[in-house]
């Protein structure tokens, strides 16, 4: 990255970027990521194609090459049948001039009618002049035996063999069928020639093709392997340098830059960024302004509250001590109305004693800066439970084993305290009132329950009760100003855990609250304020089943 408020224009180049494709320097306005990505692209495809195009090509030379073969295997059959018709033209004319018999004659008759068949078809295949010049030449020399040697000597047996003999020991017939069979040959080798020829060529062909075929493909595939790096390292860096950029705007460096990309969309990013971390800034500093007028606000609040509910109990006090000497001096001198108007005074005046101690309370619980260290619950739950004997009586409280926490034990005893109160408190009619507190330890926090089985509560109600000065029922039913829960929840948080209230009306209520275990740099098992062990659950002690 580059120093905060460096020019784009400015930042040295860095080699790692122009190995990713990704230069210091830029005065382009970027290319598309599409672009950047498929441009490259165009050499291997381009290679691809060429070498699809020369498979095309020896495919075709191929083909004709194959052709040509088999061609010429067809012309040498031709030119075989031809030089066997012309064994079996002499073979049945010789047989039959030999032993006279006309079944020798047989061969000499069927070739006849088939050899200009013969001829015609290789007249049909041929492919050169030399070809049919030769073909040509071969049927003149077996018409020409045939008319002056074979059907003379053929005659000359049906009246004698002497004749015939002396017309086969001239000799003639004999030098045009080996000139014919000569003529053949000829030809028979100038094919297996063109045959070689062709099959060479199509060998050549196919070997060319599977050369270029390789090295074509080795080379595209070579060439899409380093073309898909360098792209994927050109987006990974840059990506790598937004990610980085993101991650020092979340620590709270604003005023670096991203360095520059020669992608536009990641370029736009860019901007985006610097536009939106400017702005983050402004909204941090108006925010930072703001937070510390409310801090100051709170302070002064509380400090007001704290002082205000302070200074209040002392016209309080003496308000409640006239009250009540005139309640003892002159209660039964002065009219039934007197007394109950000095009576009203007397209540008002101790719930507004409870009104501005509860205030206190409050004050204090939402102060800041307090110790923490490991508390007993146990013996806090003890304590309180000494506090609230008259309101245990009749009631039967269970506690099971308790745990060692790390917390603030002013704060703890005021989440018991209410929790408990209340419990105690809200008990239904015609039943005892049954109170358990325990503790469950899921891995990470303590959970707390305060469960009884009082009037309950409605469902639509179990947010509202958390609030300042929230009541569900009069002073006249149940006392208490409505800031016990508040205060409760506001200690709860303050340890880093959370208030959850499950209630089912009148069947009774579970209070539910966590605190984290102690904080793993203070190191829970090493901690010099934990006792051995303490990290876990005391040692139980029998469960206290007290009707006190």
């Not at 191929?62 to 031809?82: D, F, G, P």
């Not at 309080?316 to 002159?330: F, Q």
């Amino acid at each position: 990255m580059s120093a905060p408020d460096r020019p784009l224009s400015a930042a040295p180049a860095d080699p790692s970027r122009q190995e990713r494709g990704d230069p210091a320097q830029y005065t382009s306005p970027g290319q598309p990521l599409i672009s950047f990505i498929l441009r490259p692209f165009w050499l291997p495809l381009l290679l691809l194609l060429g070498v699809g195009v020369s498979v095309l090509v020896a495919v075709d030379r191929n083909a004709r090459s194959a052709a040509l073969v088999s061609e010429a295997q067809a012309r040498l059959t031709l030119i075989t049948m031809l030089l066997r018709d012309t064994a079996d033209l002499e073979r049945g004319q010789r047989g039959y001039v030999i032993t006279g018999m006309q079944s020798f004659l047989q061969p000499y008759t069927n070739t006849k009618k088939i050899f200009p068949g013969h001829i015609e078809a290789l007249r049909k295949s041929s492919v050169t002049d030399q070809q049919r010049v030769d073909l040509n030449r071969v049927a003149l020399l077996i018409g020409a035996w045939d008319r002056q040697a074979a059907l003379p000597e053929i005659a000359a047996r049906r009246e004698s063999l002497d004749a015939a003999v002396k017309l086969v020991s001239d000799g003639s017939g004999k030098r045009t069928l080996d000139e014919a069979r000569q003529t053949l040959n000829a030809m028979q080798s100038r094919e297996n020639a063109r045959l070689n020829a062709a099959l060479l060529s199509s060998t050549a062909t196919l070997r060319n093709v599977r050369a270029v075929t390789l090295l074509g493909l080795l080379l595209s595939v070579l060439l899409l392997i380093l073309t898909a790096i360098r792209a994927a390292r050109t987006v990974a860096g840059n990506v790598q340098d937004v990610t980085a950029r993101a991650r020092q705007m979340a620590a709270g460096d604003y005023d670096d830059r991203l360095p520059p990309t020669p992608l536009l969309e990641l370029r736009e990013l860019g901007q985006q960024f610097q536009i939106m971390a400017g702005a983050v800034k402004e909204r941090e500093q108006a925010l930072r302004t703001t937070n510390t007028a409310l801090e100051r606000s709170n302070r002064e609040l509380e400090q007001f509250a704290y002082v205000a509910s302070h200074d209040l109990q002392e016209p309080l006090r003496t308000i409640g001590s006239y009250t009540e000497l005139l309640s003892k001096r002159y209660t039964g001198q002065l009219d039934e109305r007197a007394d109950q108007y000095i009576a009203f005074t007397i209540s008002a005046t101790q719930r507004l004693k409870y009104l501005i101690q509860d205030l206190l309370a409050y004050s204090r619980v939402r102060q800041s800066g307090r110790n923490f260290s490991a508390v007993n619950t146990a013996e806090i739950v003890a304590q309180v439970l000494d506090d609230l004997q008259l309101q245990i009586q009749g009631a039967e409280v269970r506690v099971e084993s308790m745990p060692v926490v790390w917390g603030n034990p002013e704060l703890l005893r005021h989440v018991f305290l209410n929790l408990i109160g209340n419990a105690l408190k809200f008990r239904a009619e015609g039943r005892p009132a049954h109170v358990s507190v325990s503790a469950q330890d899921d891995g990470t926090h303590w959970t707390v329950c305060v469960h009884d089985n009082g009037i309950g509560i409605e469902p639509q109600y179990h947010d509202r009760i958390f609030g300042v000065f929230q009541r569900l029922h009069g002073p006249s039913e149940y006392e208490g100003s409505g800031i016990g829960l508040a205060v409760t929840r506001t200690a709860v948080e303050q340890h880093g855990g959370t208030l959850s209230l499950n209630s089912v009306l009148g069947q009774g209520s579970v209070f539910s609250f966590t605190v984290p275990h102690a904080p793993a740099s203070l190191g829970r098992s090493s901690n010099p304020l934990l006792p051995a062990g303490a990290e876990g659950k005391l040692e139980p002690d029998p469960p206290s089943t007290a009707p006190f």
